[in-house]
């Protein structure tokens, strides 16, 4: 898995690429494009898209060391066809699968090096490794552990009452307007997806980078020690001060993925 001779200087092309999903969805996705054999896939959080000052910053980082990375928005989001929901975990790794397959399909000499996934994005990518396995390399930033978790924070107190009584709850903005709703359906789904057992099925020789802002006031930073004691081949990385959007650490965040991602290559370039 070498780098290109342009990794120094290198030009990189933003292409939009579009990918059929499934479900016959197109899903829309920007490619920085330097050349490399190794195509890195960026997967956005929850409410989230290709936009977010992460995902760009991080196919920067990477375009800057000549590593080609793709950036794009799952189904539901941004300029991808579907209906948002509040679950579609596993559906989402299913996502990140046909954006895979696209690109092995493409280029034989071309190949995903790593998936990448923040937030939600970071469930995404270790449901993918542990249900394909067929990736080497796998950035966990910020993901969560407990998804039992942080419902209340989004959908009130007593929401499993209101969702038994209503079906349906909507969560609005400080205006009142609605954001999203959270169905029955979706609230189960996100629920009955155990990231615990998920991780054990991740297979033993592919590397797992958790990243985690120690000051995430998000998800806590405990949920990365958590992944840390289940995941056989894994590394963590704590960013001092990180909130869960990286507000004031996206170039510190960008530095250590770039300097991991660069190191993974060599070491897989090196490996008979």
């Known amino acids: 898995m070498a780098l290109p001779p342009s990794a120094q200087n290198p030009v990189a092309e933003q292409q939009k690429v579009t990918i059929s999903n499934k479900h016959g969805e197109k899903l829309i996705g920007l490619l920085h494009d330097t050349g490399s054999n190794d195509i890195v896939i960026l997967c956005h959080g929850f409410c989230s898209t290709k936009e977010n ?3 760009v910053n991080l196919a920067k980082a990477l375009e800057k060391e000549g590593i080609s990375a793709f950036r794009f ?4 989001n941004g300029e991808s066809e579907g209906s948002f929901a509040y679950g579609n975990y596993w559906r989402e790794a299913d996502d990140l699968r046909a954006v895979i397959e696209h690109f092995r399909g493409a280029s034989p000499s071309r190949g995903t090096s790593a998936i990448l996934g923040h ?3 970071g469930n995404v990518v270790l449901l993918y490794a542990s249900k394909y396995q067929d990736i080497s390399t796998v950035f966990n930033v910020s993901g969560r552990y407990d998804l039992k978790r942080g419902i209340e924070e989004r959908a009130g107190k007593g929401f499993m009452e209101k ?3 209503d079906g349906f709850i909507d969560v ?3 205006t009142g307007s609605v ?4 169905t029955k359906e979706s609230l189960m789904d996100r629920l009955n997806t155990d990231m615990h057992e998920a991780c ?7 590397r797992v980078f958790t990243i985690h802002g120690s000051a995430d006031e998000i998800i806590p930073v405990e949920d ?3 992944f840390a004691k289940i995941i056989p081949n894994h590394n963590l990385h704590i960013i001092e001060g990180a909130n869960h959007c990286y507000t004031s650490h996206l170039t510190e965040l960008a530095s250590v993925v770039s300097n991991l991602m660069k190191a993974t290559l060599k070491q897989g370039k090196d490996t008979p």
């Open 73 to 76: 928005d799952l189904a539901g």
């Open 163 to 165: 969702i038994k009584q």
């Open 200 to 206: 054990l099925a991740i297979k033993k020789d592919c």
């Open 179 to 182: 954001i999203y709703r959270v």
């Open 53 to 55: 000052d992460i995902m």
């Open 119 to 121: 937030s939600k994005g």
């Open 172 to 174: 609005k903005d400080g």
């Open 224 to 226: 990365a020690l958590e």
